[in-house]
């Protein structure tokens, strides 16, 4: 039987020469992967003041009538582009505009409605449930309390982010997929979740922007920064962004 070979320990000068030969790539690669400094928060309230000049009132894109159907198009937005779903939307909101008349409607019905949507057979059963609790828990109100938000079928934080903004005016931060790459490419606040992004936003965007910075920051990625080919050459925010390279022209 043949037998196992003894795993072969380095001589002190092979042990020297490998450490030699590894320390340019660990350099290298530390280049690589080396993120720019967040920017400090002079730069950070001049990106806000840019995109505040240009969009005093940046809206949403997703139609909506109340904070029920607001509520309803995002959750039946995840995973799905929102002219998607104001295409579904339209027709369904004429006749299901409150948690009554959805639960009437009847999840079947609803399916019908938002069947161009993406995870829509999920979608419809979670709308008609968050229907059902919204009359038997909290009066046929949407609640303006996180918790609340969170406990309901389909909501998660991002859901509940978007309505507490939208809905009630509060200084949250949905971090969508655009939004989550802005942050870091400029860098605003980087991070490697939406949850790490948005609690670090949190801390550095100066309260008198806090109502529409993540409009702000998604729309800035959905029409500039965009994922493959950011837009840099017509960027209002050009000179301070520290993302590299960046793009000359289209
Ligand atoms: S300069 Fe380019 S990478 Fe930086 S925010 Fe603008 S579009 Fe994005």
């Known amino acids: 039987m043949p037998t196992k070979k003894p795993p072969v320990k380095p001589g ?25 400094k967040p920017l400090p928060p002079d730069e950070v309230f001049e990106v806000f003041r840019r995109f505040e000049a240009i ?15 607001l509520l309803v198009a995002v959750v039946l937005s995840a995973q799905a582009t929102d002219a998607g779903v104001n295409k579904a939307t339209r027709a369904l909101f004429k ?7 959805m639960v009437a409607l009847g999840e079947d019905k609803i399916r019908d409605y938002v ?5 829509y057979r999920t979608k419809a059963k979670n709308v008609f449930l ?3 609790q919204l009359i038997a828990e909290h009066s046929s109100d949407v609640p303006r309390d996180r918790d609340a938000l969170e406990k309901l079928p389909g ?30 490419r400029v860098p605003l606040a980087p991070g490697k979740t939406p949850l790490a992004v948005e609690l670090g936003l949190l801390k550095i965007v100066p309260p008198r922007f806090g109502q529409h910075a993540h409009h702000w920051l998604i729309l800035h990625g959905r029409y500039i920064c965009k994922a493959r080919k950011p837009e840099c ?10 993302f590299e390279p960046k793009t000359k022209g289209p």
Request: hydrophobic share 40%; aromatic share 4%.
């Open 95 to 101: 006749i299901a505009d409150t948690p009554e008349k």
């Open 233 to 242: 050459w017509r960027c209002p925010i050009n000179d301070l962004c520290r």
């Open 115 to 119: 069947k161009t949507i993406g995870l």
């Open 55 to 69: 969009e005093p009132e940046p809206k949403g894109e997703l139609e909506h009538v109340n904070p029920f159907t």
């Open 12 to 36: 002190r000068s092979e042990a020297l020469s490998a450490k030699a030969a590894a320390k340019p790539v660990a350099k290298l690669v530390a280049k690589r992967t080396k993120q720019p």
């Open 155 to 184: 909501v998660g934080r991002k859901t509940a982010n978007v309505v507490l903004n939208m809905a009630f005016g509060e200084h949250t931060i949905a971090v969508d997929t655009h939004l989550f790459r802005v942050s870091n």
């Open 130 to 132: 968050l229907s059902q």
